[in-house]
């Protein structure tokens, strides 16, 4: 913390400062994030971040799309973890319309939000290093992605754009070799991750580009709402998977990885290499989730039949929210008793995440900064929606 | 030593004098091209198989013609010059950066029988020449007319002047250990079996072992001084793509761009020729006297100078990116004083002999 | 003492590391080469193009009754569906495939794959499984409009003739209709 | 704490300024306020020991046809305590006090509630346009906005 304050009151000094525009087009700001930069020399004095470049008017494409309609629009919002952003918004429209799921889609739901948990942060701490400067874990992390998105595409059809889940149920039901490709995957990762972080995440040239780097204090982290590995890094407890267990979650044993004060491997609570190290932890907690869930999963039962033709839901309002790997991703369906939602206001995680960016940048140098951007995670199809 | 002017006498006696400088200056040239078309390949397919890729494999059998194609690539490509630039010196900026690389390989023995000049202060002609670099980047960051490669500029200049420092320590070391600045006599210094290398503490017998700790890591810092110098990753924050798009050269393109590229390889294979040369024996075998006929030392040498680029690329692909203050820090807090102990080690090495 | 820590740690760490990329420099790659190897055959399981797929859409005239439930059920409106009614003594006597009675001929079928975004809640909503994903996906156009596609087998001839029948016999009905009116 | 307890407290407390508790046919419950005492009822919302709202998850603006609304969600890390609160201004002149100096995450959700709604956020430190573009016309979220046909010349 001294060394920032030190930072600043030496950027005090009156000199020539140099705005620049990193973004919209710049290789590391995760798509098309423009942050107006002002440095002295080579620290950071200001940024001011503009957004919108991606925004495709999502809550206004809901206002003229039926109930299930609007499930592919939510795939395209933060479109490396699709399946996670599909779930909210059916649990939204199914507590609206009080359909009760059978338990095989339930836990068929937390299997595939598990494994676009481990493709995101896998995608995550993959850019995460190569703004670092590491190309190579970059590549064997999305090589073991690729993974991943096969068994999500045997399952769904989808590559990346899923539409898997619907109103009432899934839209196709599994394949038989489901849990033996599942099985392979999560032993494949659990190898990576090991490699990884050999070759990344404990490297010491990588520690001190982002240990203490970024610090999001608790109070700040709470006070801008942030949530998901960014919250869990500055030591909040604040998981829904274990805080709200919504769906099967309970039934699993699994930890919420947090950073609390005094336990930190490297650097302190809250910084950027924290961040990274609780996306890496929780692939861990997600294969273990995974390794419960394809132990319970039922055969039988056919996953499709509760789907309505068309979804009756009364008048009314509902919020509801899951833990997306980004954090946590709401639904706000306001409903007039017709076939389209009266309103659909989604809560993206990136969207509140990014917020804070300005407050935590001041004071760093201008290679900070960028290490800082990707260890919040920000995909720009959620920031912009 | 009267073998080093071997070819050019050779083509002196048959012709003019004149006539043999300009064919041995010509030499190096023929040498860079076809060497930055291997390097550049070898990069490509080693960083590939790293990554469990295949990397090239369109191009030719196995890829192999993919460097021409790159080069055929840039030639073709519009030469732009962006209105904002300084357009003398932003012309002027790919060429200087070349020479500066050409320039050194006038100094540097491909074999006992072939140096295009064997300079007496040879080592110190070779470092100064390198870091005409330094102008070249700065004279293209600043005359793009762009911040981005304003700010690449600035952090190359802080760089590569510091990280002289350390290297030149390692040379001094090893100059004093040689007792000569001259580049032949410092590899005759070192011939003989492999462990008369100067990484291994150079000619002595077993009473020197006290001091090869020193020299190794001497050799160590050399050689990250050197990728420093070369701007290579983990160093590369003077392109630092992450961060300044493409540094220095981000508004280059075709032509200018490809010299860049030329001599960022050039760089690569002078700075791991004089790590061969000052550590390693240069063109001396490793096994005494066995396999040591002109030809075989340029085998050796370019052998060496080949496994020295490979840990390059090695480090390259594995390591992420420093910051530009931990750079200062790594050059000023740990490599200048621990060269500067090894350095008084290798200097009391010389006395005790 | 964590000065000394610190180098020793950083050559530690990088040798790792430089361990690892060593050991994959000589582990097997996994790129695969796509046009020289078929994704729907070739390659591993893990790879192939799964059956599921939801590729290029393909439709079945002879089963398609017309009912355009496909169409209300796009997301982005990409199919454009129009339909003639069949007269109940149409000298075809068309019928669907599965033997019943076809109630409207298939004039126009047109799916936009340049809108299209795979979703896959189209082929969800047919009734007769007309509408089907393939697993092909590799039909890449130099020109837009290629990607519109036409599924109706009618020629505009055909569609005009079955438009007159009906309109011929729309307009037997309302004469017969006013016929009865006046007898009444 | 249910909903109708939250209501029941911070009428005790607040008087006036809490006005009903709805509940709708399906979903959640929420409390409608006064729209001018705002900051007030949020102040008290995340200061109040009981309550500790300390993490707003989100503010969505509404079209309700005749007035605008404004949605606060609520959470509180400490007690694990949930609510919602609604706001209702008029159509013409929408205003409403800022709530970003008790939770900082408001800020962005103002910007873009304004951007979509044309809520005008009293006090807000920047309150500009944040998808749309900086120069853009309307607000096109309600239900009255008529999408325009071109942009600078482009067509939309």
């Known amino acids: 913390m001294n060394e920032t304050k030190k930072i600043i009151e030496y950027s005090q000094i009156d000199s020539d400062r140099m705005r620049i525009n990193v973004g919209p087009q710049h290789p590391s700001t995760h798509g098309v994030f423009r942050a107006e930069v002002e440095i002295d020399g080579e620290i950071v004095t200001e940024l001011v971040p503009h957004i919108g470049y991606l925004h495709r008017c999502f809550e206004k494409h809901c206002e003229k799309r039926n109930f299930h309609q609007i499930v592919p629009y939510t795939d395209r919002l933060d479109y490396v973890s699709s399946m996670n952003n599909e779930w909210p918004y059916i649990m939204a429209v199914e507590k609206l319309a009080g359909i009760e799921v059978s338990e095989k889609v339930e836990i068929l739901r937390v299997i595939c939000a598990e494994l676009n948990r481990i493709a995101n942060h896998e995608l995550c701490v993959a850019t995460f290093g190569l703004d670092c400067g590491a190309f190579t874990p970059f590549l064997w992390l999305f090589r073991d992605r690729e993974f991943a998105l096969a068994i999500l595409e045997k399952l769904s059809g989808g590559r990346l754009l899923y539409n898997y889940f619907a109103v009432g149920g899934m839209q196709k039901d599994i394949y038989p070799e489901l849990k033996k490709d599942i099985k392979a995957f999560v032993k494949r990762v659990r190898e990576t991750v090991v490699e990884v972080n050999n070759v990344l995440t404990y490297n010491k040239i990588f520690v001190n580009r982002t240990a203490n780097v970024g610090i999001l204090p608790k109070d700040v982290a709470l006070s801008y709402a942030c949530s998901g590995p960014v919250a869990r890094a500055s030591g909040i407890d604040y998981d829904l998977r274990k805080n709200e267990p919504y769906s099967v979650y309970n039934r699993f044993d699994f930890k919420t990885s947090v950073i609390r004060e005094g336990e930190e491997r490297h650097g302190c609570v809250g910084d950027s290499w924290n961040r990274n190290w609780v996306r890496v932890l929780e692939m861990e907690e997600s294969c273990k989730i995974l390794e419960q869930a394809i132990e319970i999963l039922p055969e039988e039962g056919d996953v499709t039949a509760g789907i309505p033709k068309k979804v009756k839901v009364p008048k009314g309002e509902v919020y509801a929210h899951a833990e997306s790997p980004k954090g946590e991703m709401g639904y706000y369906v306001v409903s007039n008793g017709k076939d389209i939602p009266e309103r659909c206001r989604c809560r993206s995680a990136s969207f509140v995440n990014l917020a804070c960016l300005p407050d935590i940048v001041r004071g760093t140098m201008f290679a900070d900064m960028i290490v800082i951007l990707a260890s919040i995670d920000i995909v720009l199809g959620d920031v912009d929606r | 030593m009267e073998t080093t002017y071997y070819i050019y006498n050779l083509i002196a006696n048959s012709t003019t004098e004149l006539i043999a400088a300009v064919i041995v200056a010509i030499i190096p040239l023929l040498f860079i091209l076809p060497y930055a078309l291997v390097a550049i390949y070898g990069e490509l397919k080693i960083s590939a198989f790293m990554q469990d890729k295949l990397g090239p494999m369109r191009t030719g059998p196995y890829g192999l013609l993919q460097p021409i194609a790159e080069v055929f690539k840039l030639l073709q490509k519009e030469d732009i010059t962006p209105d904002a630039a300084d357009k003398p010196l932003f012309n002027i900026a790919p060429v200087l950066i070349f020479v500066g690389s050409y320039a050194a390989f006038a100094v540097i023995p491909f074999s006992s029988y072939f140096a295009p000049s064997g300079l007496n202060v040879g080592i110190f002609f070779a470092m100064a020449i390198s870091s005409l670099a330094v102008i070249a980047i700065m004279m293209g960051g600043w005359s793009s007319g762009n911040k981005f490669a304003l700010l690449g500029a600035f952090r190359s200049v802080a760089q590569i002047v510091s990280y002289e420092i350390p290297a030149a320590m390692a040379v001094l070391g090893i100059a004093a250990m040689a007792n000569t600045l001259n580049i032949n006599t410092i590899i005759e210094s070192q011939s003989g079996w492999f462990w008369n290398w100067f990484l291994f503490g150079g000619q002595g017998g077993i009473e020197k072992i006290w001091v090869i700790p020193f020299t190794v890591v001497m050799c160590v810092i050399y050689f990250i001084s050197s990728l420093a110098e070369c701007n290579r990753t983990p160093f590369d924050l003077v392109e630092g793509e992450s961060e300044l798009v493409a540094g220095y050269a981000t508004e280059y393109s075709g032509m200018k761009y490809a010299m860049f590229y030329l001599a960022e390889y050039a760089n690569m294979f002078v700075a791991a020729a004089l790590i061969t040369i000052l550590f390693l024996g240069g063109w001396s075998s490793p096994l005494g006297d066995i396999l040591n006929g002109p030809i075989w030392q340029l085998a050796w040498f370019v052998i060496k100078t080949m496994s020295i680029v490979f840990l390059q690329i090695w480090v390259r692909w594995t390591l992420p990116r420093i910051r530009v203050d931990q750079l200062m820090f790594v050059c000023w807090k740990v490599f200048l004083p621990i060269s500067f102990v090894c350095f008084l080690a290798m200097a009391l090495a010389r006395m005790v002999q | ?184 | 704490m249910t909903t109708k307890e939250i209501f029941d407290t911070m009428k005790q407390y607040l008087g006036n300024d809490v006005i009903e508790v709805v509940t709708p046919d399906a979903g959640d419950e929420y409390i409608v306020v006064n729209a001018e005492k705002i900051l007030d009822v949020a102040q008290f919302c995340r200061d109040f020991d009981e309550f500790a709202f300390d993490y707003l998850t989100l503010l969505s603006g509404i079209d309700c046809g005749e007035t605008l609304g404004v949605v606060y969600h609520l959470f509180s890390t400490k007690n694990h305590n949930k609510v919602v609160l609604k706001a209702f201004v008029p159509r013409e002149n929408p205003t409403l006090h800022t709530v970003e100096r008790i939770w900082r995450a408001a800020d962005w959700h103002e910007r873009e509630t304004y951007d979509m709604f044309g809520i005008v956020f009293q006090e807000h430190h920047n309150l500009i346009r944040i998808l749309c573009p900086y120069d853009w016309e309307g607000y096109p979220l309600r239900k009255d906005y008529v999408a325009p046909t071109e942009y600078h010349g482009m067509p939309v």
């Open chain 3, 1 to 184: 003492m964590s000065y000394i820590k610190n180098i020793t740690d950083g050559f530690g760490t990088a040798a790792t590391g430089m361990k690892f990329t060593l050991k994959h420099l000589f582990s097997p790659n996994v790129t695969v080469q796509y046009p020289n190897t078929n994704p729907y055959t070739e390659i591993s399981a893990v790879d192939k193009i799964p059956d599921r797929a939801r590729n290029r859409l393909l439709l079945d005239p002879d089963i398609c009754n017309g009912c355009t439930s496909c169409a209300r059920a796009c997301p982005v409106d990409c199919i454009e569906i129009d339909t003639v009614k069949v007269i109940a003594n149409d000298p075809d006597q068309p019928t669907l495939s599965d033997g019943t009675k076809r109630r409207l001929w298939l004039a126009k079928y047109d799916i936009n794959f340049a809108q299209c975004c795979f979703c896959g809640l189209c082929a969800a909503a047919c009734p007769t499984e007309a509408l089907k994903h393939t697993t092909v996906f590799d039909y890449c156009t130099y020109d837009v409009n290629d990607l519109l596609y036409h599924f109706s087998t009618m020629t505009p001839e055909q569609i005009a003739e079955k438009k007159k029948l009906l309109a011929d016999e729309v307009k037997a009905k309302a004469a017969a209709a006013a016929a009865a009116k006046s007898e009444n």
